[in-house]
């Protein structure tokens, strides 16, 4: 293949989200940190049929974004999010039939994939409430912030589900552990932000005024980090859940050989020996 034509086939698969158009919640992007907003305050920012939908095309889209390398992701007033909408989602659900509902929760499932599949670090911003599949989001990004008023809760046994939603019994165990992440799925109670930061699903907790600005600082160190590597990084997070040690130890041998041919190692050398700060590019 020519270089022309390898170019051209480089363009069709980048994309470019700075002016993306969000309709089902908010978006912007400032110095390639893309922030998210569940912006309906007056209902604690639940998800519909449509936001559910529209997060899960965008997350699959910036796996080809060029503009955004990192996300935080917040809820708009003083909660982050209580979960699917009980009139707009539970109430039209109890009227479909299972085939309907099986692609219904598999839609769900692909918002847990397509963010843990984007190569940027995503980081959710927690205040307040954080129930349903407002905790599977928190769940399903790299880092959590919160304050100590939040409530996090899998409220699926109190409407008569499983706790299994969304990759749950996989992935909050993973977190916090089986024992834990059990009585959380079992009972479907709240666990305060102090408690969530002992068990280790909150990496730290913020006063409630400075969490959005807290989490943003942090995406933004990570954008001024060798960011290639970093989308390696989660990938190797990820996918070696199912492997051996071998198989892992391989693995990142590959993945490191991969980084150590990218120019950003080559700037971190040539900033060592000349005892500067490296400017990573991501390349």
């Known amino acids: 293949m020519s270089k022309a034509n390898a170019d051209a086939l480089l363009a069709g698969n980048r994309v470019t989200l700075a002016n ?29 049929f449509e936001s559910y939908a529209e997060l899960r095309d965008l ?13 935080v992701i917040h809820g708009a007033g003083e909660n982050f999010c209580s979960g699917g909408d009980v009139h707009d989602i539970i109430a039209p659900l109890i009227d479909l039939p299972m085939p309907e509902l ?10 847990v994939k397509a963010m843990r599949h984007c190569p940027q670090p995503v980081i959710a911003a927690v205040d307040g409430v954080c129930a349903g599949a407002g905790a ?65 699903f909150y990496n730290r907790l913020c006063e409630p005024a400075e969490l959005l600005e807290e989490a943003q600082k942090l995406a933004a160190d990570l954008v001024a980090g060798p960011t290639f590597a970093h989308g ?21 041998a590959q993945a490191q050989a991969i980084c150590m041919s990218t120019r950003d190692f080559e700037r971190a050398y040539q900033a060592f020996a000349a005892k500067s700060r490296p400017v990573f590019e991501g390349d």
Request: positive net charge; contains cysteine; glycine residues 8%.
């Open 136 to 200: 599977i989001l928190a769940m399903a990004s790299d880092m959590r912030l919160s304050t100590a008023r939040s409530k996090l809760a899998f409220l699926f046994s109190r409407v008569g589900l499983a706790g299994c939603d969304m990759g749950a019994c996989a992935i909050l165990p993973r977190i916090i552990g089986q024992g834990r992440a059990a009585e959380l799925l079992f009972t479907g109670r709240s666990a305060s932000g102090d408690e969530g930061y002992a068990w280790g």
């Open 59 to 71: 997350f699959r889209q910036l796996a080809y974004a060029t503009d955004v390398k990192a996300v």
């Open 20 to 48: 993306y158009e969000a309709r089902h919640f908010g978006w912007s992007v400032a110095n390639k940190v893309a922030t998210i907003t569940l912006n309906r305050p007056e209902r604690k920012n639940p998800l519909t």
């Open 232 to 252: 390696i990084t989660k990938k190797m997070l990820h996918q070696e859940w199912s492997m051996s040690i071998d198989e892992a130890i391989e693995s990142e």
């Open 102 to 111: 099986l692609l219904f929760t598999r839609m769900t499932g692909d918002l």
